[in-house]
Structure formats: C-alpha cells, structure tokens
C-alpha cells in the first residue's frame, strides 16, 4: 500500500524560505513520478512541481520558476521541495502526489508529456502540510 508523508509547511514572512518532504513508502520500485501539488482557499488544486522517477525531468508552474525548486532522494525514498522568496500567494495547502510506472524511462516521458498540469494523472496523496506566508 502506497503512502505518502508531507512534513515541512509553517507560517513564514514574505521572502522567506520553507522547505517541504514527501516521505513515500509501498513502492514496488523506484519508478514513479512525484508531483506538488496545492490548493489555496477558493481556488482550484493547481500542479506546482514535478519529478521524474530520477530526478532527470522536472517541471514548474510558471508561477514559481525561479523561486521553488524539486529534488529527490530515492536512497530515502523522499522528495523535496524547497521553497525561496515566498509570496503571499504561494499561501496553500500542499499536497504530494504519485504515480508509478514500468520504467524511469516512460516516468520522464509521461512528465514530458504535461501530467503535472492535472491531478487526475496522480493516484497516490498525501494529506497536505498548511504552507502560510503572512507578515
């Protein structure tokens, strides 16, 4: 059984700095794509950050290119997001997510393909960590 552990979310000042884990456990392999997701009060869940199965494809909103970046450890079998120049609008709920596949090889494809744009390519997810950026 797949479980995903977010740990990482507090309340921080615009500027600052969080980092966020995603603690995976049930995998059969290595072979699954991770992806960031979060859902701020009112709005749709939208796909921040995703990783491939290596850490060799990576995607980004728009929004946070530059300021987050996505990382992996699959000796510990956890996934980063480290967050910089936090805005009030990065205020969410973050959720991780992911999906397995046969190979790193189709993990990068399917991620090059556009799946972090949508939850719906996700069938594991955590339980959120609250990410505040308030002054």
């Known amino acids: 059984q797949v479980q995903l552990v977010e740990s990482g979310g507090d309340l921080v000042q615009p500027g600052g700095s969080l980092r966020l884990s995603c603690a995976a456990s049930?995998?059969?392999?290595?072979?699954?794509?991770i992806g960031w997701f979060r859902r701020a009060p009112g709005k749709e869940r939208e796909g921040v950050s995703c990783?491939?199965?290596?850490?060799?494809?990576?995607y980004y909103t728009d929004s946070v290119k530059g300021r987050f970046t996505i990382s992996r450890d699959n000796t510990k079998n956890t996934v980063y997001l480290q967050m910089d120049s936090l805005r009030p609008e990065d205020t969410a709920v973050y959720y991780c997510?992911?999906?397995?596949?046969?190979?790193?090889?189709?993990?990068?494809?399917?991620?090059?393909?556009?799946?972090?744009?949508?939850?719906?390519?996700?069938?594991?997810w955590g339980q959120g960590t609250q990410v505040t950026v308030s002054s």
């Open positions: 997510a992911a999906s397995q596949f046969s190979s790193s090889y189709e993990s990068r494809f399917a991620l090059n393909q556009g799946m972090c744009a949508t939850h719906l390519s996700f069938a594991s």
């Open positions: 049930g995998f059969t392999s290595d072979n699954y794509v």
């Open positions: 990783i491939s199965s290596g850490g060799e494809s990576t």
